[in-house]
């Protein structure tokens, strides 16, 4: 959620912070705004998107070699030109563009008016602006300190001073990276924002600020004491950031998922072993929570049967959110997994903080190198599964899948037991199966044009595909904004079959497993009341011809692997509706792609 890019250098700012902007877009955001030192604070702003921005007639006018950039996505006030970032101080000296929460927000406006300062937004982050003046006297590092040992809850900072040529940031809880050039620095809340210019970074952590100039930076924590950042030289290509030849970033991932699995495999697998660099003694483990928000929750679901029924160690799998407020049950012998894309959700990263206070285990499951989560973890798993761009999460989630399946593999083979050659092989074939279903891209097209009409949807699978069936409806509801529920099969006798007529499509995912001939019952009790059934199979039959509608094949695989196989189709399905609808298929409304706030 929220974008920040910064820049200091000699280049012409306002194409650098516009294009870093941009790139930002797929985060999430409502309005955008740019403030440029030249002569004062020039500041620019606008309510929606930032072509918008890009076209008002003043920033053509802006020029400077300083300045910050903002994409809001609204939390406190409404989206408008005045909440929009960056926000300036009475005396327009100071400006600030801030991602997170200010938790005492009340108690510090309220301080401020008293002290006769006009507070114009309806933003918590306008604030930091005032305070930020209150202390300053000539050192804005030092006033910046002083206002963020006031400030409870969460912040990623940019601020700048019109007569300073530097840029103060400053992390708590909220991405916050520093970009290292010749001659020239960047801040950014994302490494996508800077990759044009540079692909040395550092990650700063929670409690930490930095001063950047435009050949030099120092971090510190807030007692001013001097800490190391280290630089990581960063991975991905600008062609991974880009959309190529695909319509939707969304729809590219979709397509690169045999290229993830396949990164996931690399290294990892040799010799018939499972090789993860783990420092867990698994002897030790006598319960697994996992916790994760979204999509990642619905991998989570997968991971339990796969860990459980691999390893007989018990899991319960929580939405990150109600975790940290339930007052779980955990201790040192337990293990907890947190698993997120982008390694920032706000959420997950408070269960992972109330697991640690009760002093269990902690691992991370996380796309994006140096994000919090992998800070904040005894130890992780990296998936190298590229950069998601897309908002609706698909080959970060095949990637999750892959991974927690990989883990029950390893602690299989740390208790002693051998890896199934049969599971070895459908491990290696995984990557040509999933390119056989994209093959089959176009008539799974033509399937979802007969419901881009459609109102409402019910997905239905048993045992592993149930949280397929979830994951399914999440990603319809999330890019076409059609209703749609998932549901164990066996529960639709339990009330969802009252919804069932002929406006009523239904998903069924009745791959071969010890579930099929029950999951062909309940497909006959939707014919039987005028549903239109979606049948996702390895094989046509005559008696999924006789029920089903429509027939997508897929190709056969273990069961453990069948999640994978079987959501490629669900994501397939919902991409292809809402393009139908001429929906932004990246950019779903409401929706960020990041959650760093509550």
Same mark, same amino acid.
């Given at each position: 959620m929220?974008g ?7 280049r ?6 516009i ?14 705004g740019i ?7 020039n500041?620019v702003?606008?309510?929606g ?6 076209n008002?007639?003043?920033l053509?006018?802006?020029?400077? $070699? ?5 994409t809001r996505w609204a ?10 970032h ?8 100071i400006?600030i ?8 927000y009340?108690s ?9 300062? $006009? ?7 306008e604030i930091i602006a005032?305070?930020i003046?209150k202390f ?7 006033a ?11 912040f ?5 001073h019109?007569n ?6 400053a992390k708590? *809880?909220s991405p916050l990276?520093?970009?290292i050039?010749?001659?020239? %620095? ?11 210019y540079?692909?040395k970074?550092i990650?700063?952590?929670d409690?930490e ?14 007692e001013r004491e ?8 960063i991975?991905?290509t600008?062609n ?5 030849n695909?319509e939707?970033?969304m ?9 993830a699995?396949?990164n996931?495999?690399?290294?990892r ?7 993860l660099s ?19 929750w ?12 691999i390893?007989?160690?018990p899991?319960e ?10 007052n779980p049950?955990?201790?040192?012998n337990? #293990?907890?997994?947190?698993i997120?894309?982008s390694g ?5 990263l ?8 009760k ?5 991370g ?6 994000s ?14 590229g ?11 095949t ?5 927690l ?11 002693g ?5 049969? %599971? ?6 995984l ?8 093959e089959k ?17 019910l ?6 595909n149930?949280?397929?069936?979830l994951e *399914? ?5 999330e ?8 549901y164990p099969?066996?529960?639709? $006798?339990?009330?969802p079959?009252?919804?069932?007529d $002929?406006? %009523?499509p239904?998903v ?10 029950k999951i062909?019952s ?22 999924i011809?006789? #029920? ?18 079987n959501?490629i189709?669900l994501q397939?399905?919902?991409y ?5 609808k ?5 950019k779903?409304?409401?929706l960020?792609?990041?959650v760093t706030?509550?």
């Amino acid at each position: 959620m929220c974008g920040i890019i910064g820049y200091i250098g000699e280049r012409e700012i306002v194409p650098v912070l516009i294009g870093g902007l941009k790139r930002l877009e797929y985060r999430g955001y409502d309005s955008a705004g740019i403030c440029v030192i030249n002569n004062g604070l020039n500041v620019v702003k606008k309510k929606g998107k930032i072509f918008e921005l890009e076209n008002q007639p003043e920033l053509k006018e802006i020029k400077g $070699k300083i300045g910050i950039a903002h994409t809001r996505w609204a939390t406190h006030g409404e989206p408008n030109k005045t909440n929009a970032h960056p926000h300036l101080d009475c005396n327009k000296e100071i400006a600030i563009v801030h991602n997170g929460i200010v938790e005492n927000y009340h108690s510090l406006k309220k301080l401020l008016e008293n002290e006769g300062h $006009k507070i114009i937004s309806n933003t918590d982050s306008e604030i930091i602006a005032h305070l930020i003046e209150k202390f300053y006297s000539k050192d804005l590092e030092e006033a910046v300190i002083k206002t963020l040992k006031l400030i409870k809850g969460t912040f990623g900072l940019a601020i700048i001073h019109k007569n300073e040529n530097k840029i103060i940031v400053a992390k708590r *809880g909220s991405p916050l990276i520093i970009g290292i050039g010749e001659g020239e %620095m960047f801040v950014a809340s994302d490494v996508s924002a800077i990759l044009d210019y540079t692909k040395k970074v550092i990650y700063l952590r929670d409690n930490e600020i930095a001063e950047i100039t435009k050949d030099n930076y120092s971090i510190k924590n807030l007692e001013r004491e001097k800490v190391d950042g280290k630089i990581h030289e960063i991975q991905w290509t600008i062609n991974q950031i880009e959309k190529g030849n695909f319509e939707h970033f969304m729809l590219k991932e979709i397509f690169e998922q045999p290229e993830a699995i396949e990164n996931i495999l690399r290294g990892r697998l040799k010799k018939g072993k499972i090789k993860l660099s783990l420092n867990l003694d698994v002897g030790q483990i006598n319960k697994i929570i996992i916790v994760a928000c979204g999509t990642s929750w619905h991998s989570g679901l997968i991971g339990k049967y796969l860990i459980e029924e691999i390893t007989q160690i018990p899991v319960e799998v929580d939405y990150a959110s109600e975790f940290r407020y339930r007052n779980p049950i955990v201790n040192e012998n337990d #293990l907890v997994i947190a698993i997120s894309q982008s390694g920032e959700t706000a959420d997950t990263l408070a269960a992972l903080k109330e697991a640690k206070s009760k002093n269990a285990k902690t691992i991370g499951i996380v796309n994006v190198v140096g994000s919090t989560i992998t800070q904040d973890v005894d130890c992780g798993i990296y998936l190298h599964a590229g950069p998601e761009i897309g908002v609706a999460s698909t080959k970060a989630f095949t990637s999750q899948v892959m991974t927690l399946l990989l883990f029950a593999l390893y602690i299989k083979q740390e208790k002693g037991f051998e890896i199934e050659k049969k %599971m070895l092989e459908e491990l290696e074939n995984l990557p040509g199966k999933i390119r056989e279903i994209l093959e089959k891209s176009e008539e799974i097209k033509k399937i979802a044009e007969n419901f881009k009409e459609s109102s409402n949807f019910l997905y239905l699978g048993r045992g592993l595909n149930f949280p397929v069936a979830l994951e *399914g409806a999440l990603k319809l509801k999330e890019i076409s904004y059609i209703h749609a529920e998932g549901y164990p099969a066996a529960e639709m $006798k339990h009330g969802p079959i009252a919804l069932i007529d $002929k406006n %009523m499509p239904v998903v069924f995912l009745a791959t071969k497993n010890n579930y099929s001939n029950k999951i062909l019952s309940n497909m006959q009790e939707v014919k039987a009341r005028g549903g239109r059934i979606v049948a996702v199979v390895n094989e046509k039959t005559s008696e999924i011809d006789k #029920l089903a509608d429509y027939v997508i094949e897929v190709p056969e695989t273990l069961n453990y692997l069948s999640p994978i196989i079987n959501v490629i189709a669900l994501q397939l399905i919902a991409y292809y509706i809402a393009n139908f609808k001429e929906i932004d298929v990246d950019k779903p409304r409401n929706l960020a792609k990041s959650v760093t706030v509550e």
